[in-house]
Nanobody, 123 residues
Framework: VQLQASGGGLVQAGGSLRLSCTAS????????MGWFRQAPGKEREFAAA????????NYADSVKGRFTISRDNAKNTLYLQMNSLKPEDTAVYYCALRLATDWGAPRTGYNYWGQGTQVTVSS
C-alpha cells in the first residue's frame, strides 16, 4: 500500500486549506484512514480518522469543529478540510491507513504512512 499526500502550504490564521491523500495497492474493503500531525519539537499526534466503509469519523478535541475528514470512494482519496486555522496547527501532516478496521475510526494501530505535507499557519 502506498499513500501520497498533498495540499499543504502557507496560510494566514483564520484561513483554510484542504489536504488530500490518495491510496494505492491492496487494502481490502474494511480499513480506516486517518490524519496525524507533528509540530517541531513535539511527538506526532492524532488529528482525525474515518472508517472507509461506514464513514464513521473521529476527531481530536483540538481540531473538532474546525477540521472535517472525508473520503471519495471512487477516487480512493482521503481529504482533510481545515478551516479557522491557528498558528498552533502548524505541523507536518501525515495520512495513514489501518487495515482490518471493521468498526469505528481508531486513533492507533495504523499500518501504512504517507510522506507528510507541511502546513504553516502565520499569525
Amino acid at each position: 500500500v502506498q499513500l501520497q499526500a498533498s495540499g499543504g502550504g502557507l496560510v494566514q490564521a483564520g484561513g483554510s486549506l484542504r489536504l488530500s491523500c490518495t491510496a494505492s495497492g491492496r487494502t481490502g474493503s474494511n480499513y480506516g484512514m486517518g490524519w496525524f500531525r507533528q509540530a517541531p519539537g513535539k511527538e506526532r499526534e492524532f488529528a482525525a480518522a474515518i472508517n472507509w466503509r461506514s464513514g464513521t469519523t473521529n476527531y481530536a478535541d483540538s481540531v473538532k469543529g474546525r477540521f472535517t475528514i472525508s473520503r471519495d470512494n471512487a477516487k480512493n482519496t482521503l481529504y482533510l478540510q481545515m478551516n479557522s486555522l491557528k498558528p498552533e496547527d502548524t505541523a507536518v501532516y501525515y495520512c495513514a491507513l489501518r487495515l482490518a478496521t471493521d468498526w469505528g475510526a481508531p486513533r492507533t494501530g495504523y499500518n501504512y504512512w504517507g510522506q507528510g505535507t507541511q502546513v504553516t499557519v502565520s499569525s
